[in-house]
């Protein structure tokens, strides 16, 4: 483990970034073998999966967001702030944006037209994901320790965990809808792939301007509640709340004891 410490944080972005995309991949598989997935196993991931987030939105983005202010001198609340509102925003607006877009699309032919806004809805909140992580590394270039690589490992593999259901989100449906099972399987991955692309950017924007590294990890931050709160624990919760509930709990501890345990 140590010894990632010495690799680029732009190459430990990519591949946690390439990671999550792969667990999509692994999601939209399940098309491959079942036409439906069990939803309590679903559930309990994504519970999981936004515990975690919620956990790392704040020892791995939020509290360093805080921390950097001060050690460059500048208000230890005024930035993180900032950016953990815009962060928010960027969601909230990219989500009014995709409704429109809805809206406008309902008067042709439903069933495609629906398909095509399943992958675009969710390659659409996939976006501030892949920031997140390639921030979080991107965090490493000015505080290369242990804790730091850590969290965001950990950041990704909670991403990556809710991006197992989301896979199988898109898949499935487009198989039920009449698509055959290899463009069912394409369309599943293809909403993840924006993950290493977004990753490698935002980890680009941290390393290359370090002034703004914490508005960028506060907006990180502000993105990932946002989805979290918005999308990922309703969605859990729509069927079986008390393991959804069960499932963010436990992911919110695992993430809480090891950033605590290695901080």
């Known amino acids: 483990m140590q010894q990632l410490l010495t690799w680029h944080p732009l190459l430990l972005a990519f591949l946690a970034t390439l990671f999550t995309w792969f667990l999509t991949f692994l999601g939209a598989m399940m098309v491959c073998f079942f036409k439906k997935v069990n939803t309590n196993f679903l559930d309990i991931m994504l519970g999981f999966g936004a515990g975690v987030m919620i956990a790392a939105s704040f020892w791995s983005l939020l509290a ?9 001198h500048m208000s230890a609340w005024i930035l993180p702030s900032i950016g953990f509102i815009t962060g928010g925003l960027f969601v909230i607006i990219a989500d009014k944006f995709l409704d429109k877009i809805i809206v406008t699309q309902q008067q042709g032919n439903p069933s495609k037209k629906r398909s095509i806004l399943l992958v675009l809805a969710v390659t659409l909140h996939n976006i501030p994901e892949g920031l997140a992580v390639g921030v979080a590394f991107g965090g490493l270039f000015a505080d290369a320790t242990m804790a730091t690589l850590i969290g965001a490992m950990m950041l990704a593999l909670g991403i990556g965990l809710q991006n197992f ?56 931050a502000g993105a990932m509640i946002c989805v979290v709160s918005s999308e990922l624990i309703p969605e859990a919760c729509r069927n079986h709340k008390n393991l959804a509930s069960f499932g963010v709990m436990i992911g919110f501890v695992i993430m809480m004891i090891l950033d605590v345990a290695l901080g």
């Open 64 to 72: 360093p967001a805080i921390e950097l202010s001060i050690q460059l």
């Open 165 to 220: 259901p989301e896979g199988a989100a898109v898949s499935l449906p487009l198989r039920r809808e009449g698509y055959s099972i290899k463009k069912s399987l394409f369309y599943g991955q293809l909403s993840g792939i924006v993950e290493p692309i977004s990753g490698v950017l935002g980890c680009l924007a941290a390393i290359s301007i370090q002034t703004i590294l914490p508005f960028l990890l506060a907006f990180s």
